[in-house]
């Protein structure tokens, strides 16, 4: 690497950076230098604006390139989990995949790409899996194209169904074609496109084989029709003679177990509620036993059932349905829900508390936005008993209340009567089953309706029960094309998840529930590094924790589970929130206090629980138990009390409000070995025998290195740990001293820092932006590292990204030694003493990658 060439100044311009970042790494590919290359398209995947598939495909190719054909396909696959029509993926995934992932991606090309030669190996690749017709379909203009291949002497058509009328067209064999040489037959086909209000259907069929099928949805203006064919088992004429308020509609495919739970308890929720009835969907089931059980509900007084003779998919399902439907309210309900008593009740309150409200969405375990208690992911669903108790909290604490949304969430839609009239039916120009719910809500809004959500109302959603693996790429196909009819939405939907309004609803439901942690071990610390290594011990603990965090900054209390459990949306702001603080850590009444941060966490906060008999232990993280500011004073440097039995220069002492509250059965815990030996050193002799190294399922250690340690490069790797601005300054300022020293020497930062271009300004550094400790060992053997440099010149122990340091990377390591000399480095390490300045470390650096690389 050498300095920055003047035309990579974009590089430093923070408006062109992402995109430079993309020319500069093929402009490198492209005249074979792979390793600048991939560390510029390493860094434009780790930044914002978040990385599309074409960045993930460009590092694949270099990866491959470079020989590393495990992080070529990892790219890959991520390429197609964000795109999985990505052509340029799916042909390297082609060509470098095993079987199975080969067969998948000829597949996609066979339906979308238009490269004969690409199409003439997928075709090989699909007839040696045994396939004898293949072929393809695309409209172009106000023509229907495409090709096809087949074997054996059946007639090859293509058909086109336009509403009641269908015509037909023979596909002859073309010895000359291209394809002629892949199959025993192969030809290319044109058509005219008839024009129609209504969707058409094309096919590719051989002999009586339909072997592609296209549904070409209706014009947008077109107003919503009728599809397929349906027979009602029942009549529903009569269910006129009284007045329905709401109809409960739930289109069915597949999955039984899930189908059976829903009809059970959505038949015990109606129960005794003569304005509500139940419309059934039989979407053409391939399974009996789903035939024969909506027999069995539709033999029930309130429920109907209509059964499509052709599968027509969610959307052709719910529209039948919605056809059947003349009056009323209406709610689409999924068949993978489980419903508590009285939902309906509840959220047709909410629908009609305003006019203008269009569509109510409930609480769930997965429902996207309205998810708990993690909101934006799939909660575990409870057992329908759970489901009751917390609908029954639900209606009790956040009665009456609706909160307002971008749109709405399909699991379980209620649509009012006025709404449903104004915008008519799902849309049927997105592929099945997601976000043609959002479509129809995002219309609501353009005539005036809003989308609410009542969390007065909890259910549960297994979720993806239709689609399975199928939902990432379902909704990235439909993304796509909702942002062309609503470009605003991405833009509306971010809004709402960083505002997250409905954090007051799930934190009035967690407060009922907080009583059940009773007796939880509370761990405790500010923000910053430090909850990493809290966070990670309290994960990993063989004990129940909750992590209580207090960021200083914004005077807010925290209450968040280690986990995925209650609680996630108790915050509380101080001191406004005292009281309520107050009774929940009451509640909570933990047997053990650890604090892992006694700087930022003052005693008097937690003194009513010590009191009550709260036992009080501490997790040595940092150096916060002897310097308020964790162990460098306000200019950088080491303070005194850190490193040896002296008084903080940095502010008031630390370490009595917390030790006085130690006992002989508290527990000093030490993450990793340099942090016990830091903790013996630096405490009194009768508290040093109460240290013990944390046994946490082997996440923390001894800080073990590999037994193998090699140089895989000539750059320096420079691993940021924390945000600090102390340690970005020293870190600045060493990689500054290095390349005046040495200019030969790359810089590679393994991480985010506060300023990636500054550093990157100073010549011959590239900063990879965020790694995780779980990215870090491939991360560093791909940028071909000499030996890499632990940046945190403060005491931090057990950190993930450290730990993954000591544990995984097989080359040099260069570490501000806290232990004091009791960490077994490895012969090629380089322990560096805690007190050394820029100049000092620069040099004990360049030293060692002298002698190491």
Known sequence: MGAVPERFAALLDPEQHPSALERAAIANLSRGELAEAFRLADRRCRILPVAQARHYTLRAEIAHRSGFMAAALKDIAKALELAPDDLSANRRLMQWGDDEQREAAARRLIERDRDMTVLGEAVARLKAEGETALGAIHRVGDSITGWAVWQGRGQMSLRIENGAKASSYPVESDPQHVLAGKAEHAASFSAPFPSSTTRRVVSLRFGRRTIVNSVFPAPLAALPVKHGKAVATKSLARTKQRAVEVTVIVPVYDDFEATRGCLESLTKAIAGDDRTKVLLVDDATPDRRIAALLDSVASLADVQLIRNTDNLGFIGAVNRALDAVPAGDVILLNSDTLVPKGFVKRLRKAAHSSPDIGTVTPLSNNGEATSLPLPFAPNPLLSPEDIGRLDKIAARVNADQVVDMPDGIGFCLYITRACLDAVGGLSDHYHRGYLEDVDLCLRARQHGFRNVCASSVY???????????????????????????????????????????????????????????????????????????????????????????????????????????????????????????????????????????????????????????????????????????????????????????????????????????????????????????????????????????????????????????????????????????????????????????????????????????????????????????????????????????????????????????????????????????????????????????????????????????
Not at 635 to 662: M, Y
């Open 459 to 853: 259910m549960g959603h297994s979720g993806s029960a239709s689609f399975k693996t199928e939902k990432r790429a379902l909704v990235v196909l439909n993304l796509a094309r909702l942002r062309l009819r609503f470009p605003d939405y991405r833009n509306e939907s971010a809004t709402f998840k960083a505002l997250d309004p409905l954090k007051h609803s799930r934190g009035a439901i967690e407060r009922e529930l907080i009583a059940e942690r009773r007796g939880t071990t509370l761990v405790l610390s500010g923000a910053g590094a430090v909850m990493q290594v809290a966070k990670q011990f309290a994960v990993r603990s063989d004990q129940p924790a909750i992590l209580a965090s207090l960021d200083r900054g914004s005077a807010k209390f925290i209450l968040r589970d280690a986990g995925s459990d209650f609680p996630q949306s108790l915050d509380f702001q101080l001191p406004a929130d005292e009281h309520r603080l107050f009774e929940t850590l009451t509640a909570i009444a933990p047997q053990r206090l650890l604090i892992a941060d006694p700087a930022d966490i003052p005693a008097m906060l937690v003194r009513p629980l010590i009191d009550q008999g709260a036992m009080v232990d501490l997790l040595v993280a940092d150096g916060s138990l002897w310097c308020s500011r964790g162990g460098l004073d306000p200019r950088g440097r080491v303070c005194p009390a850190i490193l040896q039995d002296k008084e903080c220069n940095c502010s008031s002492d630390t370490s009595g409000s917390w030790l006085k509250f130690l006992t002989r059965d508290s527990r000093i815990l030490a993450p990793d070995a340099a942090a016990e030996a830091f903790s013996r050193r630096r405490l009194p002799s009768k508290l040093a025998k109460q240290v013990s190294l944390v046994d946490c399922s082997g996440v923390f250690h001894k800080l073990e290195r590999p037994s193998a340690v090699t140089p895989r490069g000539e750059a320096l790797g420079v691993l940021p740990v924390g945000l600090s601005a102390l340690d970005f300054a020293f870190m600045r300022d060493l990689i500054r001293r290095i390349r005046q020293e040495r200019p030969e020497t790359g810089i590679v930062v393994l991480g985010e820092t506060l300023n990636d271009l500054a550093l990157m300004a100073l010549g011959d550094v590239v900063v990879t932006g965020a790694v995780s400790a779980t990215d870090l060992p491939g991360t560093a053997a791909l940028h071909g590292l000499g030996g890499v440099l632990i940046a945190r010149r403060a005491p931090l122990f057990g950190h993930p990204l450290v730990t993954a340091a000591f544990a995984e990377l097989d080359v040099p390591l260069a570490f501000f030694d806290w232990s004091f000399g009791k960490v077994v480095a490895h012969g090629a390490d380089l322990p560096m003493t805690p007190s050394s300045e820029v100049v000092e470390a620069a040099e004990d650096l360049l030293g060692w990658s002298a002698r190491q690389w």
